[in-house]
Nanobody, 124 residues
Framework: QVQLVESGGGLVQAGGSLRLSCAASGRTFSNYAMAWFRQGPGKEREFVAG????????IYTGSVKGRFAISRDNAKNTVYLQMNNLKPEDTAVYYC?????????????????WGQGTQVTVSS
Protein backbone atom coordinates (compact mmCIF):
# COMPACT_ATOMS: atom_id res chain seq x y z
CA GLN A 1 0.00 0.00 0.00
CA VAL A 2 0.93 3.61 -0.41
CA GLN A 3 1.51 5.75 2.70
CA LEU A 4 -0.26 9.12 2.81
CA VAL A 5 0.35 12.20 4.96
CA GLU A 6 -1.97 15.21 4.82
CA SER A 7 -1.11 18.78 5.77
CA GLY A 8 -2.50 22.28 5.39
CA GLY A 9 -5.56 22.19 7.61
CA GLY A 10 -6.38 24.91 10.10
CA LEU A 11 -8.84 27.52 11.29
CA VAL A 12 -10.20 30.00 8.75
CA GLN A 13 -13.08 32.47 8.61
CA ALA A 14 -16.01 31.92 6.31
CA GLY A 15 -15.15 33.06 2.81
CA GLY A 16 -11.49 32.27 3.27
CA SER A 17 -9.26 29.74 1.54
CA LEU A 18 -7.04 26.80 2.45
CA ARG A 19 -4.87 24.46 0.42
CA LEU A 20 -4.52 20.89 1.60
CA SER A 21 -1.62 18.70 0.52
CA CYS A 22 -1.20 14.94 0.65
CA ALA A 23 2.26 13.45 0.21
CA ALA A 24 2.49 9.83 -0.89
CA SER A 25 5.29 7.34 -0.48
CA GLY A 26 5.98 3.66 -0.74
CA ARG A 27 4.53 2.82 -4.15
CA THR A 28 4.36 4.30 -7.64
CA PHE A 29 2.12 7.30 -7.09
CA SER A 30 1.06 7.60 -10.72
CA ASN A 31 -0.59 4.16 -10.54
CA TYR A 32 -3.18 5.47 -8.10
CA ALA A 33 -6.35 7.44 -8.51
CA MET A 34 -6.63 9.84 -5.58
CA ALA A 35 -9.44 11.44 -3.65
CA TRP A 36 -10.33 13.63 -0.72
CA PHE A 37 -13.03 12.64 1.75
CA ARG A 38 -14.20 14.44 4.87
CA GLN A 39 -15.95 13.58 8.11
CA GLY A 40 -17.76 16.24 10.04
CA PRO A 41 -18.77 16.02 13.73
CA GLY A 42 -21.33 13.29 14.16
CA LYS A 43 -21.40 12.54 10.43
CA GLU A 44 -20.30 9.71 8.20
CA ARG A 45 -17.25 10.05 5.99
CA GLU A 46 -18.22 11.58 2.66
CA PHE A 47 -16.60 12.02 -0.73
CA VAL A 48 -15.36 15.50 -1.63
CA ALA A 49 -13.24 15.29 -4.80
CA GLY A 50 -11.42 12.73 -6.91
CA UNK A 51 -8.77 12.71 -9.62
CA UNK A 52 -7.65 10.08 -12.12
CA UNK A 53 -4.16 8.71 -11.96
CA UNK A 54 -3.05 10.85 -14.89
CA UNK A 55 -4.69 13.97 -13.50
CA UNK A 56 -6.73 14.42 -16.64
CA UNK A 57 -10.12 13.78 -15.06
CA UNK A 58 -11.67 15.16 -11.87
CA ILE A 59 -14.99 14.71 -10.08
CA TYR A 60 -16.61 16.63 -7.21
CA THR A 61 -19.50 16.34 -4.85
CA GLY A 62 -22.15 18.92 -5.60
CA SER A 63 -21.71 21.08 -2.52
CA VAL A 64 -18.09 21.95 -3.38
CA LYS A 65 -18.32 22.37 -7.16
CA GLY A 66 -16.98 25.75 -8.20
CA ARG A 67 -15.31 26.29 -4.81
CA PHE A 68 -12.83 23.38 -4.47
CA ALA A 69 -10.24 22.13 -6.94
CA ILE A 70 -8.30 18.88 -6.78
CA SER A 71 -4.97 18.53 -8.57
CA ARG A 72 -1.90 16.34 -8.49
CA ASP A 73 1.78 16.52 -9.26
CA ASN A 74 3.02 13.05 -10.09
CA ALA A 75 6.63 14.24 -10.11
CA LYS A 76 6.23 15.31 -6.47
CA ASN A 77 4.00 12.38 -5.42
CA THR A 78 1.49 14.89 -4.07
CA VAL A 79 -2.21 15.60 -4.44
CA TYR A 80 -3.76 18.94 -3.49
CA LEU A 81 -7.15 20.29 -2.58
CA GLN A 82 -7.58 24.03 -3.08
CA MET A 83 -10.58 25.18 -1.07
CA ASN A 84 -12.02 28.64 -1.72
CA ASN A 85 -15.05 30.47 -0.33
CA LEU A 86 -15.12 28.16 2.65
CA LYS A 87 -18.33 27.78 4.63
CA PRO A 88 -18.95 26.65 8.22
CA GLU A 89 -20.50 23.46 6.87
CA ASP A 90 -17.11 22.57 5.35
CA THR A 91 -15.79 22.04 8.87
CA ALA A 92 -14.49 18.47 9.07
CA VAL A 93 -11.48 16.22 9.22
CA TYR A 94 -10.24 15.87 5.65
CA TYR A 95 -8.72 12.58 4.53
CA CYS A 96 -6.61 11.77 1.52
CA UNK A 97 -7.19 8.37 -0.10
CA UNK A 98 -5.47 6.31 -2.79
CA UNK A 99 -6.96 3.59 -4.97
CA UNK A 100 -5.12 1.35 -7.42
CA UNK A 101 -7.13 2.24 -10.52
CA UNK A 102 -7.12 4.45 -13.58
CA UNK A 103 -10.21 6.59 -13.30
CA UNK A 104 -11.49 8.96 -10.65
CA UNK A 105 -14.13 7.46 -8.38
CA UNK A 106 -16.25 8.58 -5.44
CA UNK A 107 -16.78 5.15 -3.90
CA UNK A 108 -15.19 4.85 -0.47
CA UNK A 109 -14.66 1.11 -0.89
CA UNK A 110 -12.44 1.67 -3.94
CA UNK A 111 -9.70 3.20 -1.78
CA UNK A 112 -7.31 0.95 0.10
CA UNK A 113 -4.92 3.54 1.52
CA TRP A 114 -5.83 6.43 3.81
CA GLY A 115 -4.02 9.25 5.53
CA GLN A 116 -4.49 10.21 9.18
CA GLY A 117 -6.57 13.27 8.37
CA THR A 118 -6.19 17.01 8.83
CA GLN A 119 -8.68 19.24 10.65
CA VAL A 120 -10.37 22.10 8.80
CA THR A 121 -12.46 24.47 10.90
CA VAL A 122 -14.43 27.30 9.32
CA SER A 123 -15.78 29.96 11.65
CA SER A 124 -18.83 32.05 10.84
Amino acid sequence: QVQLVESGGGLVQAGGSLRLSCAASGRTFSNYAMAWFRQGPGKEREFVAGISRSGGSTIYTGSVKGRFAISRDNAKNTVYLQMNNLKPEDTAVYYCAAGLMIFATSRLQDFGSWGQGTQVTVSS
